[in-house]
């Protein structure tokens, strides 16, 4: 996968599921998990996404992206700090998420399981 695919990964409303029909998609994915998961560890620790030659780093609302091969695609994130207010915060990265998301003419909102506090 190229760093450019990796960087959509992580933008909200993205998912593999936009193009097929509501009832094809069984686990109502919205395209904001990775989106969600990504702002919160960049905020309060590191995350990474790698898949076949690519993978981009976040710590600190940086991202670094690498060049590299494996043989499949993964997500790992680490908290360094807790966030005082989870639910807050993570109603307030669903909430910019889906403006930026609208603003992209993307029209579908977080999913259910994404906003799981």
Not at 68 to 94: A, C, E, H, V, W
């Amino acid at each position: 996968m190229s760093i450019d695919a990796l960087n959509m990964a992580i933008k909200p409303g993205i998912s593999s599921t936009s193009n097929i029909d509501q009832s094809e998609n069984i686990y109502d994915n919205s395209g904001f998990g990775l989106y969600v998961l990504s702002e919160l560890s960049s905020s309060f620790g590191w995350y990474v996404l790698g898949s076949g030659t690519s993978r981009i780093v976040g710590h600190s609302q940086e991202k670094s992206e690498e060049e590299l091969n494996f043989s499949g695609t993964y997500f790992g994130m680490q908290l360094l700090r807790s966030p005082s207010q989870f639910s807050g915060i993570l109603k307030d990265i669903i909430t910019a998420g889906e403006k930026e998301a609208e603003a992209s003419g993307i029209t579908k909102k977080a999913s259910g399981m994404s906003k799981l506090a």
